[in-house]
């Protein structure tokens, strides 16, 4: 009767496990960073992004009753210093899986001097993505899809292997652009270390930038069986 028991426990903690597993590994993709601003304070840096160089005045969270949990990351071109810049840091791992995505909101009121980059530890550029007149523009050749004037979900598939990316806007079913390659064909040779920034330029060099963003809602997710179990240490 004991060995019965024990047995049917043994039976049952097995499904158990083999169901958490199939749902860790349900699409492939696991998410890894999420941020939304609601925790943030109002009027105050964003408090898991990493600043580079801003000024509270051109760079904070603002009430938003439009955003995810009403509030978002403002962005705007400084006149006096060069750059306004902040960056999402992509997780270290142990394993770093070849595919990631990274998604985010945006919203933009005047595009002027804005970019967003994928960057290495060494700041080399992989990827450019411009919203530029109402449009969005890659690697800053081609006018890829048109914005809307609210609320765009923007998402970036990176395969650091093949140095490929696709792109989706709003729609997350069909991408807009890829396989592309990243700017100037490079490939990533780092794996640590990369990161996504947003930056808006103006200062004494552009006294008429006039750029003005909105973030809101960033996701990273990253494939591979390595993730879960690397964020767990
Ligand atoms: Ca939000």
Known sequence: MIR????????????AIL?????????GMN???SEDFSEDEIGAFPSRLVVDRGRIE????????TAVGGKALMIMGDPE?????????LPELLFFPPVFEIEFS????NSDGTNFYLNDSEAVAFLIISPKDGKLRYNLKDDIATLDSGWNRIKLVVDLETAKVYVYLNNMDVP??????FYKERQCTAREGLYL????????????FEGEIYIDDIKVRMAGPNTELAFSL
């Open 81 to 89: 210093t060069n750059d306004t810049r902040v960056h999402v840091e």
């Open 58 to 65: 051109y760079l904070r969270v603002v009430e938003d009753s």
């Open 106 to 109: 945006l919203r933009v009121e």
């Open 31 to 33: 998410l890894v960073f």
């Open 4 to 15: 019965r028991n024990l047995i049917s426990i043994i039976v049952i903690v097995s499904i």
């Open 19 to 27: 169901c958490m597993v199939g749902m860790v590994f349900a699409d």
């Open 197 to 208: 920034r947003y930056q808006l330029s103006r200062g004494t060099k552009h006294p008429d």
């Open 176 to 181: 807009i652009l890829g396989p592309a390659s």
